[in-house]
């Protein structure tokens, strides 16, 4: 049951990250996004993967846990490039 539980969390967490990569594409600006925030995010994944493995408790929750460190590194390339993006922009505004 305990599995279950993980990931319906995971379910939970994961479910806001299509938005924000949408939002990321269709807004192409970095303005409202953390590099900090979203790094962390992926590290807190990667503990609870760690704690998957070194528990040896390998099962269907480890894609979870996958996908949604997945979807959170997408949207921290993509805000990578939208901060490029709005560098070019204030470059072509101070021109």
């Known amino acids: 049951m305990a599995q279950v539980f993980e990931v319906i969390m ?3 967490f994961g479910a806001s ?4 990569i949408a939002r990321s594409i269709r807004s192409r600006t970095a303005k409202g996004k953390s590099l900090t925030f979203e790094g962390f ?3 807190g994944y990667l503990f609870g ?3 998957k493995f070194f528990g040896g408790n390998l099962t269907y929750v480890v ?3 996958l996908l949604d460190i997945l979807m959170v590194t997408t949207d921290l390339l993509l805000t990578l490039r939208n901060r ?3 560098a070019e922009e204030e470059r072509r505004a101070k021109a």
């Open 49 to 51: 993967l760690a704690g």
């Open 10 to 12: 995971l379910c939970c």
């Open 41 to 43: 995010i992926i590290v």
């Open 17 to 20: 990250w299509p938005f924000n």
């Open 84 to 86: 490029r993006l709005d």
């Open 63 to 65: 894609a979870f846990y």
